[in-house]
Antibody, heavy 117, light 112 residues
């Protein structure tokens, strides 16, 4: 069974940093693109970033480009999102997702990030 | 960015009756490999979005056959043949053709 478990969320100050992790199990992690998607409670999901199977190709939404960095450790079956220069508008639940829009599309339960002074 | 527009935004349905949700994209979702990259999710209260339909009409593993997807180009439809109480939730379409992947506004299905 596929499991994606996010961690690392919490309260950060504007301008601060957080590092999210997503522990993956139940599938061959190194064979799939992985994504981060965020959702403000009560609003629709918004795609944030993606990374290819070996970590050599990354793509970002314009709203986070230059501030967020996606990475992965295939030996540890873990996906990361380093978030710097955080803004109030980054407040959301962050989900990691496997194979977005594909047959094995699956999302974790999410971790809440709150940016506030 | 590709804009995804759903209708209706609210959908009250009597159990046992059919339901239909429309999604229109601002440009064709036809990939060069011949696949059309529209996707449907349902998000139930307190849960993350769950895949229902991928590549426009392929049902995800474990999804009941009362759910079906259709469409082409820029027009897509999710149909539920006979709504059940457990189908309550918010339904989202998404395009996976190009980044940034974008979602529709969501359609809230409720039971009458």
């Amino acid at each position: 069974e596929v499991q994606l478990v996010e961690s690392g969320g919490g309260l950060a100050q504007p301008g601060g940093s957080l590092r999210l992790s997503c522990a993956a199990s139940g599938f061959t992690f190194s064979r799939y693109w992985m994504h981060w998607v965020r959702q403000v409670p009560g609003k629709g999901p918004v795609w944030v970033s993606r990374i290819n199977e070996d970590g050599t190709t990354t793509t970002y939404a314009d709203s986070v480009k230059g501030r967020f960095t996606i990475s992965r450790d295939n030996a540890k079956n873990t996906l990361y999102l380093q978030m710097n220069s955080l803004r109030a508008e980054d407040t959301a639940i962050y989900f990691c997702a496997l194979d977005l829009s594909g047959a094995r599309d699956c999302w974790g339960q999410g971790t809440l990030v709150t940016v506030s002074s | 960015d590709i804009v995804m527009t759903q209708s209706p935004l609210s959908l009250p349905v009597t159990p046992g009756e059919p339901a239909s949700i429309s999604c229109k994209s601002s440009q064709s979702l036809l990939h060069s490999n011949g696949n059309t990259r529209s996707t449907w999710y349902v998000q139930k209260p307190g849960q993350s979005p769950q895949l229902l339909i991928y590549l426009t009409s392929s049902r995800a593993s474990g999804v009941p056959d009362r759910f079906s997807g259709s469409g082409s180009g820029t027009d897509f439809t999710l149909k539920i043949s006979k709504v059940e109480a457990e189908d309550v939730g918010i339904y989202y379409c998404m395009q996976g053709l190009q980044t940034p992947y974008t979602f529709g506004q969501g359609t809230k299905l409720e039971i009458k």
